[in-house]
């Protein structure tokens, strides 16, 4: 009688790498070791040098001291590779997704600028369709627009603005639920009755404040009502005064606030980066907030079917607004590190295990733990990323 094989996922042993690992005294650092994957999922991490085995067959690469890092998580971000999540089809976010692996990010909340109603289901149904086909690094959606103040909208078009409905938000909540995690950002000063953020938090939904005119008091108001985030503090909201502290003295000022933060040295000046680390600490949560043109060449783009000019990394509206930015996380990361004067191993918590806490999914990623999806970054000496592992599988990395 012929054996009868059962198909198991390849277990692969890397050894011989520093594994970024939290000591008990709250230190990030980078630990020799050996972690043990088996097929999506981590099984196994010790420290010191692997000398055993585990009496079945399995891989081993030997990373002869480089760095083992978890993927980047990336929460809120509108776009690259010349895709934009509220103009893309199923086909071009597929592409994105990969994309995005290739930068470093194994994990992403697609975001959507201000649409029609339509516009955001038909977008989400083809987050959904891509996730589906294989975008699986899509682990929810972030709602940024409609519902923002027109005084505060930046980049967004007037006209796509509406007020916020909670019976639209719970509909669109079901469907954002659809594929993962959902994220709402909304200027909840503008939620009068707070039925708005209630509907939104009791349908699963997280809540950020955003492209706001809220005074400190206003924003203080929708943190007690639940808001748990500052959507890109700093930008599109009430800046902080010495006679009133504004949205974004109240984000800052609330330890259990988790602020995002876009660290190119466009959109928030270096002082103004190391200011809100200081402040924030482990609620700190490095973002992107990027558009079609990230890892293109200067030129015309869009940005939720708003023209904008790329120019020198730069994008902005016709009316000078800036329109995203064209970064990549992990410059995002080495960017934090020297602007705020901490070392790399400190700034990486940031892109890493505080998205992963902000969103609720830290039990799925954002370490490297037992139990985890095996979703890795392989570091050469320089911290430059050399290899990304997703779900036990090497993807090329793309330097952008």
Not at 148 to 166: F, T, V
Not at 218 to 243: D, I, Q, V
Not at 257 to 264: A, G, R
Not at 290 to 318: H, Q
Request: net charge negative; aromatic share 8%; hydrophobic share 45%.
């Amino acid at each position: 009688m012929a054996i009868k094989w059962e198909a198991r996922p390849m277990k692969i042993l890397y050894k011989n790498a520093n594994i970024y690992s939290e000591l008990n005294t709250g230190e990030r650092a980078f630990i020799r070791g050996w972690l043990l994957t088996d097929g999506e999922i981590i099984s196994a991490v010790d420290f010191g040098e692997f000398d055993g085995n585990f009496g079945e067959i399995y891989k081993t690469v030997d990373l002869g001291g480089e760095f083992l890092a978890p993927g980047l998580i990336d929460v809120h971000t509108h776009g690259r590779a010349g895709g934009d999540f509220n103009s893309a089809d199923v086909a071009l976010m597929t592409k994105m997704a990969r994309s995005y692996l290739e930068s470093g990010v194994t994990s992403v909340m697609p975001t959507l600028a201000s649409d029609t109603l339509d516009g955001l289901y038909r977008s989400i149904g083809n987050m959904g369709a891509a996730k589906a086909q294989g975008a699986d690094s899509f682990i929810g959606v972030h709602l940024e627009g409609r519902y923002l103040n027109k005084k505060r909208r930046g980049a967004h078009a007037e006209a796509l603005l509406a007020p916020l409905d909670s019976d639209e938000i719970e509909n669109l909540i079901i469907e954002m639920k659809k594929v993962g995690a959902a994220h709402v950002s909304a200027a909840l000063e503008l939620d009068e009755s707070g039925e708005f953020i209630r509907t939104a938090i009791e349908n699963g939904a997280t809540v950020g404040l955003a492209h706001t005119d809220a005074t400190y008091a206003e924003a203080n108001k929708a943190f007690c009502n639940g808001a748990m985030s500052l959507t890109h503090t700093y930008n599109a909201m009430s800046p902080f005064h010495h006679r009133d502290g504004g949205a974004v003295g109240a984000g800052l000022l609330n330890d259990n606030v988790y602020c995002e933060l876009i660290v190119d040295g466009f959109h928030v000046s270096p002082e103004a980066v190391a200011m809100a680390y200081k402040l924030k600490k482990d609620h700190l949560v490095l973002i992107t907030d990027s558009m079609e043109a990230t890892g293109m060449p200067d030129g015309e783009y869009s940005i939720a079917g708003l023209p904008v000019t790329v120019k020198d990394g730069k994008a902005r509206t016709c009316e000078g607004a800036i329109a995203g930015s064209t970064l990549s996380l992990i410059d995002g990361v080495k960017n934090l590190a020297a602007f705020a004067e901490i070392t790399f191993n400190e700034a990486l918590y940031h892109a890493t295990v505080a998205p992963a806490k902000m969103l609720g999914v830290f039990d799925k990623v954002g370490s490297l733990e037992i139990g985890k999806m095996a979703n890795m970054l392989v570091l050469d000496k320089e911290l430059n990323v050399r290899e990304v592992i997703f779900k036990g599988d090497s993807v090329k990395a793309t330097t952008f």
